[in-house]
């Protein structure tokens, strides 16, 4: 059978699945006949590498540094198939995740590091339907601007149509001038070179306690409700965790939330800007969120003007 060279439909069968089981790499020994279960090997003039499962290795006794999930693109890709490949390890870096491809007869194949393998398929759900999602470039801003006028031309509070420009357009502006911007926390959803979606988090405080807080975001509203508002907040919170940041707060619908693990802020002991914010202010704690924290959350500056 002939594999698929269209770069397109390879896309959007890319089919990713995680086998069972953790991968490591390793030299074998020099002069060592090959035994065990391999699972692929390498021959260069400095030695042989071979990728195995980890239980494998340490029956072998061979070392390793680097642990990693292994996951099989089932499209069934023609090994000349032009692109796949750089689209697919650009998609992941852009998300910050190393990735190395193994290309056998039939399919693909990535191993990610294991603590990123939610991430890496989050990332190859969405690039099969075309999605990417990466850090705002200054030269975005006027494409991200549009994006949200559009966005919020309907209010989240009222459901109404918005007169005018809407408020959040000038606050993103603002936030992206002010000392709280964060640059790889203002990040893109992007479809074939088209900005659809945008989330930002800017510096906020709890007393001395740094963290962030996220908002505006948007999706142009023809694409609303397909997965990529989710996959905006789900990536903020990868991002801000890696970056140590201790919590994410927004002001937001309970409805809405929750689902990605926000809770209202008072039940951490942390109460809103203005209190009749009440439940509608939540906050997402991070692993390196500290006990016994205690006080009134506080906005980058351009909030206060809104
Ligand atoms: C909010 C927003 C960013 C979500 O992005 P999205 O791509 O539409 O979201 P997803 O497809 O990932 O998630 C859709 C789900 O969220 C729910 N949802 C979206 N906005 C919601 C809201 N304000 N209240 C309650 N639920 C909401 C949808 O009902 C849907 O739920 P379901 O999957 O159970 O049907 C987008 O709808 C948007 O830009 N809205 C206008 C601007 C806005 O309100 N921004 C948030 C305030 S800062």
């Not at 540094?65 to 090994?79: C, E, K, N, P, R």
């Not at 995740?97 to 890496?120: K, M, Q, T, W």
């Not at 200054?138 to 408020?167: C, H, K």
């Not at 979606?197 to 509203?221: N, Q």
Request: proline content about 7%; charged content about 20%.
């Amino acid at each position: 059978m002939l594999g698929e060279t269209d770069l397109e439909t390879l896309l959007e069968s890319l089919h990713p699945v995680v086998r069972d089981g953790d991968y490591v790499y390793a030299l074998w020994p020099h002069g060592k006949a090959l035994e065990g279960d391999v699972e692929a090997a390498v021959r260069e003039a400095e030695g042989l590498t071979v990728v195995l499962r980890r239980e494998e290795a340490d029956r072998l006794g061979l070392a390793y540094d680097f642990v990693a999930a292994w996951i099989t693109l089932q499209i069934h890709s023609a090994l000349e198939a032009v692109g796949l490949t750089a689209a697919v390890s650009a998609a992941l870096t852009h998300a910050g995740i190393s990735c190395n491809v193994l290309a056998g007869f039939h399919h693909d194949h990535l191993l990610v590091p294991v603590a990123e393998v939610g991430r890496a398929m989050d990332v190859l759900q969405l690039l099969s339907r075309g999605i990417v999602l990466r850090t705002e470039r200054p030269e975005d801003r006027d494409e991200i601007l549009e994006l949200t006028a559009r966005a919020f031309s309907v209010s989240p509070v009222t459901g109404q149509p918005v007169e005018g420009t809407p408020m959040e357009v000038g606050l993103l502006k603002s936030l992206f001038e002010c000392d709280e911007y964060i640059p790889e926390l203002s990040i893109v959803a992007e479809i074939g070179g088209d900005i659809v979606g945008h989330a930002i988090s800017t510096r906020g405080w709890i007393g001395d306690l740094e963290l962030v807080a996220l908002g505006p975001i948007g999706v142009v509203p023809t694409l609303q409700r397909r997965g990529i508002g989710s996959a905006l907040m789900r990536e903020s919170a990868a991002r801000a965790t890696a970056a140590g940041e201790p919590g994410i707060a927004l002001l937001g619908s309970p409805l809405y939330y929750p689902r990605f693990g926000y809770v209202p802020a008072t039940s951490l002991g942390v109460q809103p800007p203005q209190a009749a914010w009440g439940e509608h202010f939540q906050l997402l704690p991070l692993p390196a969120w500290p006990d016994g924290v205690r006080g009134t959350f506080r906005y980058a500056a351009p909030f206060d003007r809104v």
